[in-house]
């Protein structure tokens, strides 16, 4: 995909969430994606699938791919020159990073996952996102480490968000502080299996 189909990419995923919030009807026409983006419907054609108006997957993995390269590169950047904080604290530095950034597409995303059916949906599949997250992110704080053990943080990490990711939608706080405040507990929990366990080495 070039880049002006990528900014298109994103441009109709903006549209879709700001109808989303509005009216909280997963059903979004062409019509309604190209007023939205303000793009003409053969743009919209040349993106988005045909064959349904249910697109909640389809975007979510968008928003998801582009807030977590954002997150990555933010991190990356306050990582640098950090030779004090400990793996511990950068990891959770990274998930709270991730949190902040979904705080604007929350009302959205409590939609998306408004019940039990919806919840299993969309976590089914989005799993592939959250572990590469999860991944990348260790693959940046811890570098080279064997994919093996790296793959089974990996699936710490995506249990650990996925728990966190429970508060944050229940929460009715404009801010992620208790969200950071579980995410560090369940982050200690699974560091506390993980020494036990002989996963993660002091």
């Known amino acids: 995909m070039n880049l002006d189909d990528q900014n298109l990419e994103w441009k109709l995923c903006e549209a879709y969430f700001s109808i989303l ?3 909280t009807s997963l059903q979004v ?3 309604e994606l190209a007023i939205a983006a303000k793009i003409s ?11 349904s108006t249910d697109y909640r997957i389809f975007f979510l993995k968008i928003l998801i791919s582009k807030l977590d390269s954002d997150v990555l590169t933010e991190l990356r950047e306050d990582l640098v020159d950090d030779t004090i904080s400990s793996t511990y604290d950068k990891i959770l ?4 990073l991730r949190f902040e950034k979904y705080i604007q597409y929350k009302p959205s995303l409590k939609i998306l996952s408004s019940n039990s059916k919806q919840k299993l949906e969309v ?5 592939k996102e959250n572990f590469n997250f999860s991944f990348n992110l ?8 064997k994919c093996g053990i790296k793959t089974l943080k990996s699936l710490a990490l995506n249990i650990v968000f996925t728990k966190s990711l ?3 939608l229940k929460d009715e706080n404009r801010d992620i502080d208790s969200v950071i405040r579980y995410l560090d507990k369940y ?3 699974i560091e506390d299996l993980g020494l036990f366990l002989g996963i993660i080495k002091k």
């Open 21 to 23: 919030e509005k009216n």
């Open 41 to 51: 419907k053969e743009q919209v054609e040349k993106i988005v699938p045909k064959q």
């Open 187 to 189: 982050l200690s929990d």
């Open 93 to 96: 530095e990274g998930l709270s």
């Open 166 to 168: 429970e508060i944050f």
């Open 123 to 127: 976590f089914l599949n989005v799993f």
């Open 138 to 145: 260790l693959t940046l704080i811890e570098k080279d480490q």
């Open 29 to 31: 026409s062409f019509e």
